[in-house]
């Protein structure tokens, strides 16, 4: 079964830490996604991904960065969390060139405290 | 640019009660479009897309025709299950111009059903 983890499904962290979330692909996508969910808001795009090493800005990429060293692997950076970035946040992945299927992985909740 | 708005939650309903969920789009040319569900505790999966106009999507019982007319693909069952009780989110892809891997998404409907 196709999969999309990411690592932690949920975090603690104070204002002014350094948070990494892991996601990881099994499908050998090309096209990888970071977006956050909130109560009202929907979903919302923070950065994407097309190929190793390649980023785009989404929506709404202040306050994040992310890193794409290898195909499977795309991490979302808070370089210093704040209350406001309490959010569920989901990575997602699809194949370059489908009909914009996302795999979609359970999320991580982080609370900024 | 492009938008998604669907109506607002939560919708509150008996088992094997009617379903409808409404979704209209704003859109450049003729985008693609989605109902993704989430379960309680999961990530978002597929239900259902339709990729051009009068195109009926249908998975599980539920079914969402592509209407460009009213620019619309609102999610409709005839008669819903405790077991449907989740998050609904419409989204389109737009398929004009550049950046068309990003899809959009509306804000979500709970649906709750009460046995």
């Known amino acids: 079964d196709v999969k999309v983890t990411q690592s932690s499904r949920y975090l603690v962290k104070r204002t002014g830490e350094k948070v990494f979330l892991e996601c990881v692909q099994d499908?050998?996508?090309?096209?990888m996604f970071w977006y956050r969910q909130d109560p009202g808001l929907g979903l919302r795009l923070i950065y994407f991904?097309?190929?190793?090493?390649?980023?785009e800005k989404g929506d709404i990429p202040e306050g994040y960065s992310v890193s794409r060293e290898k195909k499977e692997r795309f991490s979302l950076i808070l370089e210093s969390a704040s209350t406001n970035q309490t959010s569920m946040y989901l990575c997602a992945s699809n194949q370059q060139r489908s009909a914009n299927v996302l795999t979609f992985g359970a999320g991580s909740r982080l609370t900024v405290l | 640019g492009n938008s998604v708005t669907q109506m607002e939650g939560p919708v509150t309903l008996s088992e094997e009660a009617f379903l409808t969920i409404n979704c209209t789009y704003t859109a450049t040319g003729y985008p693609s479009l989605f109902w993704y569900v989430q379960y309680p505790g999961e990530g978002l999966q597929l239900l259902l897309k339709a990729t051009k106009a009068d195109d009926k999507g249908s998975n599980k019982g539920f079914e969402a025709t592509y209407r460009k007319e009213t620019t619309s693909f609102h999610l409709e069952k005839g008669s819903v299950q405790v077991s449907d009780s989740a998050v609904y989110f419409c989204a389109l892809r737009s398929n004009y111009g550049g950046a068309t891997n990003k899809l959009i998404f509306g804000t979500g409907t709970l649906l709750a059903v009460q046995p």
């Open positions: 991904s097309y190929d190793v090493k390649m980023k």
């Open positions: 499908m050998d996508h090309e096209n």
